[in-house]
């Protein structure tokens, strides 16, 4: 089916793994967002890709590290998973900047123990 | 100062009611502006676009003011299908989003 789809929907695991979160897309969309929602803090930016092979930092990238080798595939790792880092992720696409709208997959809940 | 801001909610109405949201930006160069609404446990969605000369669908009506750098969203004839967060953004070089108010809209 068309969309924006995130793997896995939910993942627990320890401190100092490091973790992959996916996201595709099937519309050719150049954009790609990573998000992080915590409660007080709404949506942050992670890292943001405005074309294959070009990312760049969003507010809160540390400890984060993306790659986009296809247009439609934009995965996000953890290196070395911290408490801190527990939170929900979302991952969104848009076909351009302006009034494009951005669509969102639906999300990823991730629990560092 | 936050880039974008909003009322802190919670908002509890009845049905029926008119409920307003407000929301403030700090980069007077951002270019495009929308609410979008998340539900429980969600993804956000879009629900409008917000234009300089203002614009409605429906019941929702949203209004810029470039001047003052403030959104805002009006909900008339609230639904209990309306409860949810809505959530203000702003476009400069990416999308910014504001913490998000609460409505609870109750029979």
């Known amino acids: 089916d068309a969309g924006i789809t995130q793997s896995p929907r939910y993942k627990i695991t320890e401190t100092g793994r490091q973790v992959t979160l996916m996201c595709h897309q099937t519309?050719?969309?150049?954009?790609m967002f990573w998000y992080r929602q915590d409660l007080g803090h709404g949506l942050r930016l992670i890292y943001y890709?405005?074309?294959?092979?070009?990312?760049d930092k969003g507010e809160v990238p540390d400890g984060y590290v993306v790659s986009r080798s296809k247009t439609e595939n934009f995965p996000l790792t953890l290196e070395s998973a911290t408490r801190s880092q527990t939170s929900v992720y979302f991952c969104?696409?848009?076909?351009?900047?302006?009034?494009?709208?951005?669509?969102f997959g639906p999300g990823t809940r991730l629990t560092v123990l | 100062r936050k880039e974008v801001e909003q009322d802190p909610g919670p908002f509890n109405v009845p049905e029926g009611a008119t409920v307003a949201f407000n929301c403030t930006y700090s980069?007077?160069?951002?270019?495009?502006f929308f609410w979008y609404r998340q539900d429980c446990r969600k993804e956000p969605k879009l629900l409008m676009s917000?234009?300089?000369s203002g614009n409605e669908d429906g019941r929702f009506t949203a209004q810029l003011n470039r001047a003052s750098q403030y959104i805002s969203l009006l909900i008339r004839d609230s639904k209990l299908s309306d409860s949810a967060t809505y959530l203000c953004?702003?476009?400069?070089?990416?999308?910014?989003f504001g913490a998000g108010t609460r409505l609870t809209v109750k029979p």
């Open positions: 890709s405005a074309a294959a092979d070009i990312t």
């Open positions: 519309w050719s969309h150049s954009y």
């Open positions: 980069n007077s160069a951002s270019q495009s």
């Open positions: 917000v234009y300089s």
């Open positions: 953004v702003v476009n400069l070089n990416d999308m910014r």
């Open positions: 969104a696409s848009r076909a351009g900047m302006g009034y494009n709208e951005q669509f």
